[in-house]
């Protein structure tokens, strides 16, 4: 069997971190939820620009809106939110068979709001709004200022990816503020069986930032480079699994399961950035090592296809433990401060999605003035 659909028997969903009008249009989207499994996709500032600015799938729509008289955001706004309208009708019958649980399209709110609750909040129910369809997820940013619009996002409804998350810290305050929205429906007698969040924790960005820092203590050598040698490429998963302990902490707790009572879901961990970056490691690294029950993977185009081809599922995140801590643990003697890490990664995600938005537009306003 397609070691990709393996997957879903072992309780982990795989969605694609990709999403491109062509492959809406011909067929091949439906191709891979029959073929591969697929239950969900997820887009992000960095995919839209490929997407649109490397290919011509959008020339004849992009002009017939340009003549329109739109300018670039708007332009940028209506082919979004109609590719994320039409993969969301292709994965609905996944979401109608799941009963809710996967089938779910992502759409992120601008980058340039990542430190504006308010805003964020006002972009994020608009966009819900004119989407219009209960199988898709807003993504917001979990920075602190993220963190009260996930809150208040939830308690009205409105289904939350919870994105770019990389420490523990900032994981808990989103768990938090999702169930903390989902009382807040449920004191005003709101349903809250139908609301959905995911919670993003980015994975291979922490290893290339650790990994640099560790490799500087193996060349300065002394009492800590063994140490520092030993802790290389492990630092991410370490971290996921430490997000998990503190997923069924959260979600197997007492405050949770009234809540589940009466109709709540958890909010699912999702592995982000699995495409590994350092080709010294496997390219299934960050799959391999993080399968288990009411998990999500989102996966970029080239990490499905190695995974289809060489992928060995079994359940994983339940291993090592021990030794998650321990490495978390090493990395404080060593010197390395994972909070500091985390915190300057949010910072710089924040700013590499900003980067190629701002390129997308200007690649849109080119093409927008050629019409």
């Known amino acids: 069997m397609n070691p990709l659909k393996q997957l879903a028997g072992l309780g982990q969903s795989v969605w694609l971190d990709y999403i491109r009008r062509q492959m809406l249009t011909s067929g091949e989207l439906r191709r891979m ?50 590719d994320v309208q039409m993969a969301a009708d292709v994965f609905r019958p996944v979401y109608d068979r799941t009963e809710g649980r996967d089938g779910f399209v992502s759409l992120e709110v601008s980058p340039r709001l990542a430190h504006a609750t308010d805003l964020t909040i006002a972009e994020a129910r608009r966009l819900w709004h004119k989407v219009d369809r209960p199988n898709i997820f807003i993504k917001v940013p979990g920075t602190r200022e ?9 308690g009205e409804g409105i289904n939350v990816n919870v994105t770019l998350l990389f420490g523990l810290p900032r994981y808990r305050e989103a768990a938090e503020a999702y169930i903390a929205g989902i009382e807040a429906r449920t004191v005003g007698d709101l349903p809250a069986g139908r609301v959905a969040s995911v919670a993003s924790f980015f994975l291979s960005r922490i290893d290339v930032l650790v990994d640099g820092m560790l490799e500087a203590l193996v060349r300065r050598g002394g009492a800590q480079a063994e140490l520092a040698k030993g802790l290389q490429g492990r630092v991410a998963i370490a971290s996921a699994k430490a997000a998990y ?40 690294k960050y799959v391999e090592a993080l399968i288990g029950p009411d998990t999500v993977n989102t996966v970029p185009p080239e990490t499905l296809r190695a995974y289809r081809d060489h992928g060995d599922p079994k359940v994983r995140l339940h291993d090592g433990a021990v030794e998650a801590r321990r490495a978390l643990k090493q990395l404080v003697e060593v010197g390395i401060d994972l909070d500091q890490v985390t915190q300057r990664l949010e910072d710089e995600g924040v700013e590499k999605f900003m980067q190629p938005f701002d390129h997308l537009l200007k690649t849109i306003e080119d093409r927008r003035a050629e019409a």
């Open 146 to 154: 993220g963190v009260p619009a996930i809150r208040e996002l939830i």
């Open 245 to 284: 302990l503190a997923w069924k902490e959260i979600f197997e707790g007492e405050r949770f399961q009234r809540l589940e009572g009466k109709g709540a879901r958890p909010q699912r961990l999702l592995w982000a950035s699995t495409g590994t970056k350092n080709p010294a490691y496997s390219d299934v």
């Open 33 to 82: 939820i029959e073929d591969d499994g697929l239950s969900g996709m997820t887009s992000n500032p960095t995919i839209f620009d490929q997407a649109i600015a490397g290919s011509h799938d959008y020339d004849e729509p992009l002009r017939a809106l340009a003549r329109a008289g739109k300018p670039a955001q708007d332009i940028y706004d209506v082919l979004s939110v109609q």
